[in-house]
């Protein structure tokens, strides 16, 4: 399906964040290996997370839905997950991809992983590479990519430390060592989201977390603990939260989300946004499973080209796409560099981003790891452009804000893609007054 955003005169509203894609996945897998039934709220609903439901029910949890974002898991426990009866598929989620290989390679199953074009085209060898290493057994299309047909069972611990900074990487190996012998270690070149250190402590599980100057942590994990099951709720996610709030930013007006996930290691977006000028203000707002959540209120904002701190890059990689239009949006240039893992997301995501900027008509050199924005400052985004989503649901959200503030309105040529992590995206963009179309392409 392709979508038109049109210029509007603002955006104003509150709305409430989706539960976090990371966080959901998560739940969802340590609650599948916990001892007893464990009741899930707040989950994120997308077609990512839904396909690691089916999975670890493929697996041998009891999964049930009672009601919006209410689920109940019965874990295996000590029993393990099992080998399922057809093959599991991630659709294009490599967060579910990846962090399943982690938690099935301790247990003695033979499973086969596959998912869609874009997943399969998606490199798998930086987590099976450690996991092989412990003794899981797994074969690969060319390239290492999926599908991935797997052997799990008797592991042994590793101390391994990853060549790139890699959350997907780090989990994996966690969760893998949930069920190996011996201490399980990984040490971090930067520090990178720590949702999994934080849950697998809320389900009752020691790890051990080691702070380094000039480096990243270095995170342990003993083999043998047993996960507690019991009551897990799911904080809002931010990557998805930064679309309304830089629609604020862009379009004049003020927009809030409430419930956001506010974590150290996920908020570089707001760091980089506040940079650049922009007026956002924070109040604390509760708390979920392992982590503190806020509200979050942007108002309309000159903002100016910042040179980008790498060292935010980790805590914004998602938010990416969304800050290359503030950027398009600011007075003066913009740089990022340090980001050559946009290249292996759903997309080659620096490329995406300067099609789609170029596309309505912003000047954009793309770099090796990133890219060089010129603003064309408020309002002066001259849109009229077709983006080419190519599969990547950030991208084609990124361009349908952009559009709320461009000088004509954008259009993406395929917006189903939407749905894997934020399937309330058209009805909160358009409760606070986006003018969004859809139409069969």
């Known amino acids: 399906m392709r979508a038109t955003s049109s210029p509007v005169k603002l955006v104003s509203g509150a709305i409430r964040a989706p539960g976090d894609k990371s966080c959901s996945h998560r739940a969802l897998m340590m609650a599948a290996v916990a001892e007893g039934s464990t009741t899930v709220s707040g989950l994120l609903e997308g077609e990512d997370v839904i396909n690691t439901a089916r999975a670890v029910a493929a697996l041998g949890a ?24 057809m093959d599991i598929d991630f659709g294009n989620s490599g967060t579910g991809a990846r962090l399943m290989m982690g938690l099935a390679a301790g247990h003695d199953l033979t499973a086969r992983f596959v998912g869609d074009e874009s997943l399969s085209s998606r490199p798998m060898d930086r987590v099976l590479r450690p996991l092989r290493e412990m003794g899981l057994v797994a074969e690969t299309a060319p390239g290492g990519r999926l599908p991935v047909r797997l052997t ?17 990487v780090k989990s994996a190996i966690l969760l893998a060592g949930l069920r190996a012998t011996g201490l399980t270690v990984v040490e971090e070149k930067e520090a990178t989201r720590d949702h999994t250190e934080r849950m697998l402590r809320a389900f009752g599980v020691e790890v051990g977390v080691e702070l380094r100057d000039g480096a990243g942590p270095v995170v342990s994990i003993r083999g043998g603990q047993d996960l507690r099951a019991g009551e897990a709720s799911v904080a809002g996610d931010p990557s998805s939260s ?11 007006g003020e927009a809030a989300v409430s419930g956001m996930l506010d974590n150290v290691t996920r908020t570089g977006f707001m760091t980089a946004a506040r940079e650049m000028g922009a007026d956002v203000t924070i109040l604390p707002d509760g708390l979920a499973t392992g982590e503190a959540t806020v509200r ?4 309309g904002s000159a903002l100016r080209g910042v040179r980008l701190d790498p060292a935010l890059v980790p805590s914004m990689i998602d938010e990416l796409p969304i800050f290359s239009v503030l950027a398009a949006f600011a007075e003066g240039e913009t740089l990022v560099t340090g980001a050559a893992e946009l290249r292996v997301k759903e997309s080659d995501r620096i490329r995406a981003i300067c099609a789609m900027l170029s596309a309505n008509g912003v000047e954009v050199e793309e770099l090796a790891d990133g890219f ?37 309105s954008v259009s993406v040529d395929d917006v189903d893609m939407i749905a894997t992590s934020y399937p ?3 009805e909160h963009m358009a409760f606070l007054g986006a003018d969004l179309t859809r139409a069969d392409r």
Do not use: N
Not at 242 to 252: D, E, K, M, R, S
Not at 296 to 299: G, L, S, V, W
């Open 372 to 408: 060089r924005i010129q603003g064309c400052g408020s309002r002066g985004v001259p849109g009229g452009g077709l983006v080419e989503a190519r599969h990547d649901h950030r991208i084609a959200m990124s361009a349908l804000v952009m559009g709320a503030a461009s000088q004509a």
């Open 152 to 168: 799990g069972g008797r592991l042994k611990a590793v101390r391994y430390a990853p060549p790139e900074a890699s959350a997907q």
């Open 242 to 252: 930064a679309f309304a709030l830089a629609a604020g930013l862009i379009a004049g």
């Open 62 to 85: 009891g999964v049930e839905r009672l009601g919006a974002g209410v689920w109940r898991i019965e874990g295996v426990g000590r029993r393990g997950l099992t080998s399922p009866t």
């Open 296 to 299: 979050a209120i942007a108002r």
């Open 424 to 426: 309330e995206f058209f």
